[in-house]
Every structure is written in C-alpha cells, then in structure tokens.
C-alpha cells in the first residue's frame, strides 16, 4: 500500500489509534498523544465503547435473559471493534453508528 491510500497519517498514530477499540487499552492513546486530532478522535470513540461494554457487563448478572442479552451485545462490540480497528489502521476518520455522537461531549 501506498502512503496515500492512509490518508497521510502517520503509521504510529495509526497503531495508537487502532489500541483505541481494544477495550481498556483505549487509555494509553487518550492521555499519551494529545497532539494528533486523529488519535484522539479514535481514542474518545473506544472510551465510549468502552464505558458501554462495562455497563453491558452487568447485564451478565440477570440469569439466562441477562446472558443471552450479554452474548447479543458481546457480539455487537466484537464487530464495532474490528471496524473500528480496520478504519483506525487504513487512516480513515469513521464514526460510530449511534455511541459516535457521544464523543463530541469528552473533554479532555
């Protein structure tokens, strides 16, 4: 691939920006490269599915409804992520269908 095909970012704010939908992780950008607006895009939206997978989690607790509803929402994050990780990596700003107008309220 070509340097054009990303967009002109830079390949380490790429990497930072794809650690940004792996759960926790999403920390290490958010506070350690506050200087390129494409990782901190990226990071405010994996700190918002972040925070969003914590709170599913404790729909675990409910027997079976609550496992099942965990198991449907896994899933869903599973696949946030992946995408957000393939745009984050090809250089692309991507937001995310219904949690990426969250990330506008993070102030950092």
């Known amino acids: 691939m070509t340097e054009k095909q990303f967009n002109h970012e830079k390949l380490e704010d790429r990497i930072l920006a794809a650690i940004s939908y792996l759960g926790v992780l999403c920390l290490i950008p958010l506070f350690g490269k506050k200087d390129s607006a494409f ?7 994996g700190l918002v599915l972040f925070i969003i997978e914590a709170a599913a989690f404790f729909i675990n607790i409910i027997p079976f409804i609550g496992q099942a509803i965990w198991f449907f929402f896994g899933l869903v994050f599973l696949a946030v992520s992946i995408f957000g990780v393939s745009k984050a990596l090809k250089g ?3 937001r995310m269908p219904v949690l990426g107008k969250y990330t506008r309220e993070i102030r950092l």
């Open 39 to 45: 990782v901190e895009f990226h990071a405010k939206q």
């Open 92 to 94: 692309e700003y991507w």
